[in-house]
Structures are given as C-alpha cells and as structure tokens.
C-alpha cells in the first residue's frame, strides 16, 4: 500500500484554549494529504474538476483522537487508500509528532466518485488510467 | 431522551469554493450544540471546567454526509445523549435544513470524561448530581 | 447612523492556545454583522447576489484589538456604514463583551459595489432603491 | 530589510463559495509568516514564551485585497519588519502568486512586546541580543 507523507506545523490558528489543536483542524490537513497524494499519482484534484469533469464528494469522515498535537509541533500527515470501490474511494489517514513519532490522530474519509453533475461514475470503464493508478497504490 | 435544537445559518466563511458547506464546520456546530445542551441542563461547560475541574476530552468523532448546506441556509443542529459511560459520553447530532426539513448530515463525538490532568472521573461517585441528569436525559 | 447589534457566544474553535480568541474570527463575526445588518434593511446578500447580480468584494479590512475575548464569553457584534461611495461601501464594527459592557474590538472592511463580473456598479442609478436605504441608514 | 518567503497551497478548506480565498485566511498565514521568519532568526516563538517568557500579542491588523486567490494557488507569502518600536514590533506581510508573480494581498500585524502578565518590555535593556538582531532585519 503506497502511503504518502507530508508535514505541518502546528500554529496559534491550530490551537484552542484547552491548547491543544482543535480537533476538526485534522480534517483540514486529511484534505491536503490526500490532495497531494493524489497529485503525487499525477492526478492533480483541480485538474481532475475541470478537465476530467470529476469529483470526489465526501459521503463520511471519522477520527481517533490518541493523543493531542499542541503549538509548534511539526505533525506527519500519513495519507493512504484504505479502500477502492466501483465509484467511491476511502483514504485513511494516520497524524504523527515527528519529533516523538507517536501516533496521534488516525481518521479516514469516505467519497463518492462523481461528475460535476454528482452523478457517479464508474472509474474503471470511464477513467481506466486513473482506476489502474489507484488499484496499484491501494494494493502496492 | 432530550433533544436540544439551536439554530445557526451558514455564512461563507463557512463555505468552500464547492459553493456547500466545507465539510470540517459541522464539528464547529456539533461544539455549540453539545455546549447549549448541557448549559440548558445546568451545567456549563465552563463551569465544569472551572469549578469541578472537570473536562470532556474528545475521543473520537464521525459525521455522514446525506446533502450539502449551502450559503445562507438555516441549520437546525439537534444534540443528544447517545451513551452515557462510567467515566465517558457520547453525544450524537443531526443537522437539518430549516426550510426544507431535509436531514443533510449525522454525526456524533465520544468524550472522556476526566479531571484537569485527564485522569478518567467516575461521573457517578464524584459527581451524582450531574450524572442523574444526564441519566435521565439520555432515558428520556 | 443605524446600528446593528447581534451576539455570538465564544467556543473553543474560536479560541487559541493563548486562551483568548484567535484574532482573525473576529473578520467572521464581521461578515455575520454586515450580513444581517442588510437583511435587516430588506436585502438579503443571497438575494443581491442571485436576483441583482450584485456583489461587494472585499477590498480591504482593519481591526484594532484593545481586550481578549476569552471562552463562552457572550459578545456583542456591533454593525455601521462607515461611508457609502458611488460604487463602494464601508462598514465599521465594534464588539463589546456583553457582559462588563468592554469595548473589545474594532474595526472595518470595505468593498466594491460590483456586478458578478466585478464591473463597479453605481448604486444610486442602477440600484436607486438599495442606495437610498443606505445613505439614510449611514446617516440616521 | 530582510525579506522571509515561505509558500502555502490554498486548499479548499481555505476558500468560499465565492470560489476566492476568503479573506479572513490570510491572517493564517501572516502568522506563519512571522513565526517562521523569527524562527529564522534564531528566536522560535514558543521558545520566546516558554523561555524568555516574552509574548506579542496583536494590536492592530489590517489587509489590502487587490486580486482574488483560488482553489490550489500557490502562494508565496513574504514577511518582513515594517517598524521596530521600544516595546513594540509591526510585520509588513505581501502575498504573491507563484505561477504568474501577481500581488495578490499586503498587510501587516502590530504586536506590543510583553511577559506573560502583558506587562510592556523594552526590548533593548531586557533582551539586548534579540533587540540587535530585529533592529538588523529591519534595517538591511
């Protein structure tokens, strides 16, 4: 299974008065990851809307939370494809402190595969390069 | 069991260049509704925090997503009590469009319940008066 | 000059590991204040945007902060026409802790008056309606 | 006078359904900005707070929008020290698309200089090697 990683670093704007990182933060950086791990694939996700005319639209997002990212901390954003289906995708995703490596955060996000019309599309008899990619970084 | 409703429109800070709701604000929403149901119990969470240094650190949460909110929609974010642990609570909500009625998203956020250095707080031995209530909000 | 006084409640999203709220959402208050201060005046932003084609981008933004709003604080969000012009607008905001009545914040946001192609629109031709409620709500 | 350029990627989270940058994002990452800029300096801030129990809390903000940033821009974000006061600091931030080198945004952020009781310090008696070196990154 290909995983990617990238790195953030936590602000102020992160943060809340319990000084720890607002828990919906992490879906924001779960975006980035998978925006980048999919252009990581060659498929940048603008490209994909206004070329391809296709769209990803979340159906479910759920997290762990194991333990808080607080100010300053520089987080692993893992991103992964836990699973393929006909017309949806679900990335997983695991959030480390980079200085400890411990495990903070695990999540996913679950998404329809559509056109702009939000009608789902049938990636292997419609977009079989992009299906092919996605299968082997699934399984890799 | 006791359902709290509060209302809330969409502005487009809210918003994402997909023209609905971007999808992380609803957990925004899921705090405000958590934190007026149980100030309507009697029990701010500040309070709590305050003076029986008591907090409710997120465990985990998930949300489905049914259909966007768009701009300028009216929200009716509805709270409840989904389970009520020894020395955790789950609150589950439904977020609905006003003028339609439609239910647009699901969700739910599990908390510890601990002191202020997160040791686990057994809510029926060392805080009956608050248990009570919130045993009887999750029956009702 | 009308004024437009909304509240909001402070949540920990709002916050930040300063334990004050974090300076940008204040902006976020502002776009609710000008929202409903225009609702409250009969046109509804929406309304402009999908019936009179109109827009009002930002083209600049001011604040001043003088106290911290902290957590659950109950704010009051104060909205004014600072100047109309003949294609532009501009609001002033303060924001008042309600409950010790303590002016926390000010500031401002100005913007274009434009077609949704960002041509200058002069209101007092093209929209002679909408131009007098505002010169005499500026004025009031 | 020392320039900092880092480079973030708008993400949907960060836009509206205006399908611009919503505007109030942009303070995000002038904190980024700044806190990268005096980490390149040789004064991380949480290092400052925690150690030289040194804080700079906001005074004043204020933007310019000239063009509008979309969905997956690349963004170049250039912090410096507009002026450098006896207990007191302003950034002078400007925001560029990488791809085409337009000014999109300029700003800045007036911070006084404190301990953590908010209490003003002057900069050159207290902390005369932090001092030297503001007044050298403003001055070059």
Redesign the interface.
């Known amino acids: 299974m290909r995983r990617h990683t990238m790195e953030v670093?936590v602000?102020?704007?992160d943060?809340?008065?319990?000084?720890?990182t607002?828990?919906?933060?992490y879906?924001?950086w779960f975006?980035?990851g998978r925006?980048e791990y999919l252009r990581e694939l060659g498929f940048?996700?603008?490209d994909m809307e206004d070329e391809a005319m296709l769209?990803l639209?979340?159906?479910?997002?759920?997290?762990?939370?194991k333990k808080?990212a607080?100010?300053?901390d520089v987080l692993e954003i893992v991103t992964f494809i836990e699973k393929l289906g006909g017309a949806s995708i679900r990335f997983g995703y695991e959030v480390y402190r980079k200085e400890t490596g411990e495990l903070l955060v695990t999540g996913h996000t679950a998404h329809g595969v559509t056109n702009t019309k939000l009608k789902p599309v049938r990636l292997k008899r419609e977009l079989p390069e992009l299906y092919q990619v996605l299968v082997e970084s699934a399984a890799e």
């Open positions: 670093r602000i102020y704007a943060t809340d008065a319990m000084r720890i607002y828990h919906a933060n879906l924001k975006e980035m925006t940048a996700y603008k769209m639209p979340l159906t479910s997002s759920g997290m762990t939370y808080p607080v100010y300053d």
